[in-house]
C-alpha cells in the first residue's frame, strides 16, 4: 500500500516536487519528458530552459515529450510543445511529441491549430527509432 | 493520518493517469484532504458518488471493480454512523467542500464554476467533460467540450482575471446538448483586434492567439457578447449526433 502511495498524486513530498519541475531522463543521445501534469507558463518555461542546458551538455540529438497522459491538449498547450520544438530546432536537436490521443488529434485538426514545429510518433519505440536513424 | 486522497490514490495509481487522479481530488475538494478515520457516512457517500462518475469516465472497463476497491479502503476505518455528530474540523471542511459539487443530479441542472486561477480551468474541463459524457454525447465530442472550456476558462485566467462558467445541460428531440457560457466583467476586445482574431492573424503574448477562433471551429453554435471596459460573454452550445 506504501508503495503504491508513493507513486500516486497524494500529499508526499515526491509528488509535490514534480509539481515544479519534470524529469528529464536520458536514454542514449535522446531526452525523455512524460507529461504528467499540467502545463502552466512557468513549468512550461522551465521545462524548455532545462531540456535546451540538456541538449547542449548531453550533446542529445533528440528531445521526446509523451503526452500520452495528457486527456486535453487547448491553443495553449499546443503553442509551448511548439515553442520546445523550436528552440531544440535552434540547438541543432529533433523534438518529437509521442502519444497524442485519437480524440486529442480529432480536436486539434478541427480546431485549425497546427503541431508544425515537432515531429509526431505513435509511441516512445517508434520515436527512438526515427532518431536512431538520424545518425 | 491517512486522508481520503492517500487511500483512493493507492488505489487508483497505476490505473487512470496523475493528472486525472489529481482533478479527481480538486473536485473533492476539502474531502480529499479529510483522513479517512474521520469522513462520516454521508461524506463517504459524496465521495463514492464522485468516484463513480470519474471513474466511469476514465477507467471505463474496470470501473465497478476499482470503485469496489475504493468503497473497500474508505470503509476501513470511516466512523460509525453515530460517530457522524462527533467529527472534528476535517469534517467541518468536508461540508464545505461538498457543498459545490453536491448538485450532480438530473438532468436539466445549470452548474457554474468560479475561474479565477490556473488550477480553476483544470476543474472546469474535467466539470465539462463528465458533463458531456453523462447527458450522452460521444467520447470525441465529451473531448471537444474539455477542450472548449479550457480555451475559453484560460482567456478568463488570462485576460479578464477572474469570471464564470456556466454548463447547462439540455434535451430535446434533436437530441442532448451542452450549453457553455463563460462570463468576464474583463476589458473586453476591441473591434480592430476581434476583427484579427475572426481573420486568424491574431498573435497574443501567451498564448497562441487562435482560442477563440478555435472554440468557434468546434462547437456547433457560437455567440459572443463583448464591449471593451465591460467585459465578455461567450455562449456556445455541443450537440450530440443521434
Known sequence: MKRSTAAST?????????????????????????????????????????????VRTAGAR?????VSAVEVIDSYITRILNDIGKSVRFMGAECYIVGIRPAVAMTLIEMGVELDSVHTALNLDLALERLELLQ | MRTVEDAVGSVLSGAISAIT???????LGGLA??????????????????????????????????????????????????GGSQRGGGGTVGTAGIAGTGVIAAKGINKTFAV?????????????WS???????????????????????????????????????????????????????????????????????????RGMGKGLLAVKKLVTDFHMDT?????????????GER
Open chain 2, 227 to 239: 464591449v471593451p471596459g465591460k467585459g465578455t460573454t461567450v455562449t456556445c452550445v455541443f450537440r
Open chain 1, 62 to 66: 533528440g528531445v521526446i515529450l509523451d
Open chain 2, 33 to 82: 484532504r479529510t483522513p479517512v478515520g474521520q469522513l462520516g457516512p454521508v461524506e463517504r457517500q459524496t465521495v463514492l458518488k464522485e468516484l463513480e462518475g470519474s471513474l466511469r469516465l476514465f477507467a471505463r472497463g474496470s470501473s465497478a471493480e476499482l470503485l469496489a476497491a475504493c468503497d473497500r479502503v474508505l470503509s476501513e476505518s470511516t466512523a460509525p454512523a453515530a
Open chain 1, 10 to 54: 497524494g500529499s508526499d513530498g515526491r509528488s509535490r516536487a514534480s509539481d515544479q519541475s519534470l524529469a528529464i531522463i536520458q536514454i542514449r543521445n535522446c531526452l525523455l519528458v512524460s507529461i504528467q501534469t499540467e502545463l502552466h507558463d512557468r513549468l512550461a518555461l522551465d521545462l524548455q530552459e532545462a531540456l535546451m542546458e540538456r
Open chain 2, 116 to 128: 479565477e486561477q490556473e488550477k480553476d480551468i483544470a476543474t472546469a474541463r474535467l466539470e465539462a
Open chain 2, 131 to 205: 458533463e458531456a459524457v453523462r447527458i450522452g454525447l460521444s467520447k470525441f465530442t465529451a473531448v471537444k467540450v474539455a477542450t472548449a472550456v479550457s480555451e475559453l476558462a484560460r482567456n478568463i485566467v488570462f485576460y479578464a482575471g477572474k469570471g464564470t462558467v456556466e454548463l447547462r445541460a439540455h434535451e430535446d428531440e434533436r437530441g442532448p446538448s451542452l450549453h457553455i457560457v463563460a462570463t468576464d466583467r474583463g476589458p473586453g476586445i476591441e473591434p480592430r483586434k476581434l476583427e484579427e482574431i475572426w481573420g486568424g492573424t491574431y498573435k497574443s503574448q
Open chain 2, 21 to 27: 487522479q489529481r482533478s479527481i481530488f480538486n473536485r
